[in-house]
C-alpha cells in the first residue's frame, strides 16, 4: 500500500513551532532557575562556612587571651613575691645591720669616723693634686702673663661665689623676717576680728567650773631623779587633779610590780652594796615673786628635811622613792646582755612543771641561789651575797605559800664540795675553788636571819601543816 506524507497547512506548522520554541524557553528557563538556585545554596554554604570559621577563630582569640591574661596573672604573683622575698631580705639585713649597730655601738661610731676621716683627707689629697697638676701645666705650657690672667680669672671665680653665698643668707633672713612679720600681723588680725573667740570662752569655761569643783590649774610635770638630778621626764598635765591620778597610779605600779630592787656597789674592793636612791617627783611651775621653791619632807627617820630645787621657777610637791628590777645571771645564759629578773626566774625556773613529783628547793650559797629539783637543777648569781639575799628574799615572800617550794636557807659547809662538784658537772666549769666550799666576798654583816621553809613544815601531800 502506497504511503503518503500529511502535508499541514501553514497555519498549523507556526503554531506548532511556536509551541516547540515555547517548550524549549520554558525548558531553558527551568535550567537556569536551577543553576541560580544551586549557586545560591552555594554561596549559602559558603557564608555559613566562613561564619563558623570567623566564631572559631574568635573563640580560639579569646581563649588565647584568657590564657594570656592567666598567664600575666601567675607572672604578677611570681614577681610580687620574688619582690616581697626580696625587700624581706632587705629588711632582715636592715635589722641585722641595726642590731649589730646597737651590740657594737663603739665599733660602728669608730667605723664612722674613721671613715669621715678618710673620705676628707682623701678630698685634701684630690684637690692638693689637682692644684699641683693644674701649676705644673700652666708652668710648662703657659707664659707668666697668662698664669697672672689665670690667677685673676680664679679670684674673681670665688669673689662671685661669695657673693652669691652672701646673697643667699640675706635672702634666708629676709624670709623669715617676712614670716615672722606676716605671723605678727595674723596674730593681730585675729584678735582685731574675734577669731579664736569661742576657743577662749570654751577654756575660761573649763577653768571656771574645774575650779569651783576643788581643782588647781597650773604647769605639772612628773619625772625621775637620782643625786639630785632629773634623769627622766615621763609627762606634764596643767590640772592638779589629773597629774596626782597619773602620780599615784604609776607609784603604786612601780611598788607592787618591782619584786627586787636594785642595788649599786659602793666599792670593788670591800664588795658592799646599797640601793640605789632614785626618787619619782612631782615638780610645779612657780612665779619666783609670790612663791618659794623650797619644800619640807620628812626622811626615813620622821625628821622634817628642807629640800630646795636649783632653779627659782620649779619647785618639789610630792616625792616617792622609784625602784628598778635588779637583774641576775642564770646559767645557761649570757651573764652581761642577757641577765634575767627575780620574776623571769620564778616563772621559769620554779613555776614551771610543778608537782607531787617535781618539787623545788631554794638554796642560797653566798652569791649564787640554787634551785634543786627531783629531775634536775638550775641556779643564778648576783653581783655580791647581799644581792643573792635580796632575789631569795624576793622569791620566798611570793612563793611561801606555795606548795611544792621549800626554802631552805643557806647551804651547810658539808654541802660545799658536793655542790661544787655538782655545778662542774653540769657547766664544764673548771674548779677555781681551794678547799672546801668558796671565799665569801667582804660584806656587812647581815642583822636579819634568812628565813626557811623546810619539807617538815609540810605533810607528805605537800599541804603547809604549819610554819617555822
Known amino acids: 500500500m502506497r504511503k503518503y506524507k500529511l502535508v499541514l497547512p501553514d497555519s498549523i506548522a507556526k503554531e506548532k513551532a511556536r509551541l516547540a520554541k515555547l517548550k524549549k524557553e520554558k525548558h531553558e528557563r527551568e535550567i537556569e532557575k536551577k543553576k541560580k538556585q544551586r549557586k ?73 669616723e674613721k671613715a669621715r676621716v678618710e673620705k676628707i683627707v682623701k678630698t685634701k689629697a684630690r684637690k692638693k693634686n689637682k ?41 634666708r ?6 614670716k615672722i612679720k606676716k605671723l605678727n600681723y595674723d596674730r593681730k588680725y585675729y584678735r582685731t576680728h574675734g577669731y579664736g573667740k569661742e576657743v577662749r570662752d570654751r577654756r575660761e569655761t573649763e577653768i571656771k567650773e574645774r575650779t569651783a569643783m576643788g581643782d588647781v590649774y597650773g604647769e605639772y610635770m612628773i619625772a625621775v631623779a637620782q643625786d639630785e638630778k632629773i634623769r627622766k621626764k615621763y609627762i606634764v598635765k596643767n590640772w592638779w587633779n589629773d597629774i ?27 664588795q658592799g652594796t646599797r640601793p640605789t636612791k632614785k626618787e619619782l617627783v612631782l ?27 636649783d632653779t627659782d621657777e620649779l619647785a618639789i610637791v610630792l616625792k616617792e622613792p622609784w625602784y628598778e628590777e635588779e637583774k641576775f645571771a642564770v646559767n645557761n645564759l649570757n651573764p652581761v646582755k642577757d641577765k634575767k629578773t627575780a620574776k623571769w626566774i620564778g616563772e621559769n625556773l620554779i613555776e614551771p612543771n610543778l608537782s607531787e613529783y617535781n618539787m623545788r628547793k631554794v638554796i642560797l650559797w ?98 603547809s601543816s604549819g610554819k617555822r
Request: hydrophobic share 25%; proline share 2%; glycine share 2%.
Open 366 to 463: 653566798h652569791n649564787y641561789l640554787l634551785i634543786d629539783g627531783d629531775e634536775d637543777f638550775d641556779f643564778a648569781f648576783g653581783k655580791t651575797e647581799n644581792t643573792a639575799v635580796n632575789l631569795y628574799m624576793a622569791l620566798f615572800n611570793k612563793y611561801e605559800d606555795t606548795d611544792y617550794v621549800y626554802f631552805i636557807g643557806e647551804l651547810h659547809c658539808t654541802q660545799y664540795a658536793k655542790w661544787t662538784q655538782k655545778i662542774k658537772d653540769k657547766t664544764g666549769w673548771e674548779r677555781l675553788m681551794k678547799g672546801k666550799g668558796v671565799r665569801k666576798p667582804q660584806v656587812e654583816e647581815r642583822t636579819k636571819p634568812i628565813p626557811t621553809k623546810s619539807s617538815s613544815t609540810k605533810s607528805v601531800s605537800g599541804k
Open 173 to 178: 633672713k629676709r624670709h623669715a623676717y617676712t
Open 244 to 270: 596626782t591620778e597619773i602620780w599615784n597610779k604609776m607609784v603604786e605600779e612601780n611598788h607592787s610590780e618591782v619584786w627586787c630592787p636594785k642595788e649599786e656597789l659602793t666599792t670593788a674592793r670591800k
Open 131 to 171: 692644684a699641683e697638676n693644674e701649676h705644673e701645666y700652666m708652668k710648662a705650657h703657659k707664659t707668666p702673663a697668662e698664669i697672672e690672667t689665670h690667677i685673676r680669672f680664679k679670684e674673681r671665680l670665688e669673689e662671685k661665689r661669695n657673693a652669691r653665698r652672701r646673697n643667699k643668707d640675706k635672702l
Open 40 to 112: 545560591l545554596k552555594l554561596e549559602r554554604e559558603k557564608q555559613r562556612k566562613k561564619e563558623k570559621a570567623a566564631r572559631e577563630a574568635l573563640k580560639r582569640r579569646e581563649h588565647k587571651k584568657e590564657l594570656t591574661k592567666r598567664k600575666h596573672e601567675r607572672q604578677k604573683v611570681r614577681a610580687a613575691a620574688k619582690r616581697e622575698k626580696e625587700l624581706e631580705k632587705v629588711r632582715q639585713k636592715r635589722l641585722e645591720e641595726q642590731k649589730w649597730k646597737e651590740e657594737h655601738r663603739e665599733e660602728w661610731l669608730a667605723q664612722v
Open 283 to 309: 615638780l610645779k611651775k612657780i612665779d619666783p615673786n609670790k612663791e618659794d621653791n623650797i619644800t619640807a619632807f620628812r626622811d626615813d627617820n620622821g625628821r622634817i628635811v628642807t629640800v630646795k630645787t
